[in-house]
């Protein structure tokens, strides 16, 4: 099994949509829990941490639940720029990271 | 805060040569830095785990002798591909974590560097 699992997509949405991405970890000991983004042809980036009582950073939302052990991110009013693969990234300590295979978000006009 | 270079940010070379990416952070101190590997419409994938004045930690599947690995300060680590083929052909990404709490539980990432071995 793998230690992050992501549903890859492709969600199609238009602009304006709100679209949630969900992501299941395996590990119950996991410590910290992030979304990243990637664009095209290009290195991943930080969106946000994710805390326990969730973290909301303008139209994006996270959420934890750790007795299902999965994160979600919601993403509201979407832009055509939020087209991107959106990685979820999972610790159980500082010197190991997973990462899911991503899901992959196309906005459309 | 929190920026990693690397280079060459995209390298060309025959068969047979080797190749040395730079992986840098500018504005702190790196005490582990990660080696990915990405290939086209592909997840990323761990190649190595290094620390600062200590030998790097592989994943199964990575041969250490091809993909050497130096982490000699607290601000650079170099990845070498060593008889590249086009096999090796990729998109190599380093990332940083660092020594501040703040920086310690989250990987900052380098632009990547495209490797294509002809």
């Known amino acids: 099994r793998k230690e992050v699992e992501q549903d890859p997509g492709p969600f199609n949405v238009p602009e304006g949509a709100t679209v949630a991405f969900n992501c299941t970890y395996s590990n119950s000991a996991s410590q910290s829990f992030f979304w990243y983004r990637q664009d095209c042809r290009k290195e991943p980036k930080l969106l946000m941490s994710v805390y326990s009582s969730g973290n909301e950073d303008g139209r994006f939302t996270a959420q934890l639940n750790r007795a299902s052990q999965y994160i979600s991110l919601l993403i509201r009013d979407s832009k055509l720029s939020d087209s991107a693969t959106y990685l979820c990234v999972v610790s159980y300590n500082f010197n190991k990271f997973y990462f899911g295979s991503g899901t992959k978000l196309n906005v459309k006009p | 805060g929190a920026v990693v270079s690397q280079h060459p940010s995209w390298v060309i070379c025959k068969s047979g040569t080797s190749v040395k990416i730079e992986c840098r952070s500018l504005?702190?101190?790196?005490?582990?830095m990660f080696w990915y590997r990405q290939f086209p419409k592909q997840s990323l994938m761990l190649m190595a785990t290094?620390?600062?004045?200590?030998?790097?930690?592989?994943e199964q599947g990575v041969e250490k002798d091809k993909f050497l690995i130096n982490h000699a300060s607290l601000t650079l680590s170099t990845l070498t591909v060593t008889s590249a083929h086009p096999e090796d052909s990729s998109f190599y990404i380093c990332?940083?974590?660092?020594?501040?709490?703040?920086?310690?539980?989250?990987?900052?990432f380098g632009p990547g560097t495209r490797l294509l071995v002809l």
């Open positions: 990332s940083a974590t660092g020594l501040a709490a703040r920086l310690q539980e989250t990987q900052y």
């Open positions: 290094s620390n600062e004045g200590s030998k790097a930690t592989y």
């Open positions: 504005d702190f101190q790196a005490t582990t």
